[in-house]
């Protein structure tokens, strides 16, 4: 199924709930105690008609309307570190939700972070390291580029070698859906990297500047860092899946992670998001590194809001995702009372196998 078909079944699905009265029926069942939003990105709207990478980009205003919705709802944002000490104390009287942001784009803190001052809301930027230092592949964004800017894409890669049409707007999105999925899925965590290498050679395209251009560096972490309403976690050196590799790369990822965050801000981060954060990214493996690692809170990109459950999970916790794709108040209402999120997992309000 392509991902034009998976949105708009997804649309389908939560209008019909929207619209047949089924959210408040069974909104009272699915609500948890707390929610963590996750977003990558906030900047403008965009009028490009290719944007494979849209649905990690939501606009300030939808971002402020979540805000204010989410309070008007009777939820209370807090801090990461206080939904630790709530989790931990078993405080479940008052929901609450938590900001977080992934990666470290320079619109967090150009953007984004003159929303949460004007609403005085706290957030977490989980930072990877190498992103900041501009050796990090960002190979979602790089192979959006270079297919946005050629009008076919050359393969030559260990032994591969074919030539994608790339000219039409629906050549583009097709290419990019193929060739994502053979980058992120079909390779390992180490070919995938070797492989858009080879093709931002091809294309002509600067990696670390693309890194530059995109993303803070420490410079813009430590202004960040000084602000009281942020938190800076930890997000991988490479912005590795964890899963896909061994123990012991998982943990040097991590630890090489930590370590850096340490020299560059002072502090060793306390809380951590596994980079794409889904099951075949994030496992109970993963979670138990995390916990020996001393983090003290750990999120994956699991659909699912925060139940009394998870007090003994921390380092699995579950996320709302506030998605660039839907963008509309009542998505943002149904993801809130947790109906859409309660079907995907079948009721099940933990899921960290």
Partial sequence: MTNFWKTLGYRTVMDALH??????????????????????????ARDDEFQPNAFLEVTPEFLETVILDTRAAGIEFVSIAEAHRRLVAGEFANRFAVMTLDDGYQDNLDIALGVFRRH????????????????????????????AENSQI?????????????????????AYERLCGWIGAGLDEHAQRRAIRALADWAGLDMAALCRSLAMDWDGLRRLAAEPLATIGA??????????????????????????????????????????????????RDFALAAELGFKLA?????????????????A?????????????????????????????????????
């Avoid at 040097?252 to 794409?276: C, N, S, T, W």
């Avoid at 999120?299 to 380092?315: D, N």
Wanted: proline share 6%; glycine share 8%.
């Fill in 235 to 284: 997000h991988t050196v490479g912005h590795h899946a964890v899963a896909r590799m061994s123990e012991a790369e998982a943990r040097d990822q991590i630890v090489r992670d930590m370590e850096r965050h340490e020299a560059e801000l002072g502090k060793r981060p306390e809380f951590f998001a596994y980079p794409y954060g889904g099951k075949l990214a994030a496992g109970p």
């Fill in 317 to 353: 916790l579950p996320r709302v995702s506030l998605n660039g794709l839907y963008q509309k108040r009542r998505y943002a209402e149904l993801l809130r009372d947790g109906v859409p999120l309660a079907l995907y997992n079948g009721f099940r309000r933990l899921d960290v196998a």
């Fill in 154 to 174: 050359r393969i030559d890669f260990e032994g591969m070698r074919e030539t994608v049409p790339a000219g039409t707007t629906a050549q583009k999105n097709a």
């Fill in 299 to 315: 999120v994956t990109t699991r659909p699912g809001q925060i139940f009394p459950a998870h007090r003994t999970h921390l380092t």
């Fill in 120 to 147: 005085a809301v706290p957030f977490t930027v989980f930072a990877s390291s190498g992103i900041a230092d501009a050796t990090c592949e960002l190979w979602w964004l790089a192979l959006e580029r270079i297919i």
């Fill in 19 to 44: 619209l047949t009265g089924a959210q408040r029926v069974l909104a009272p069942l699915t609500r948890g105690r707390g929610l963590v939003y996750m977003l990558h990105r906030v900047v403008g």
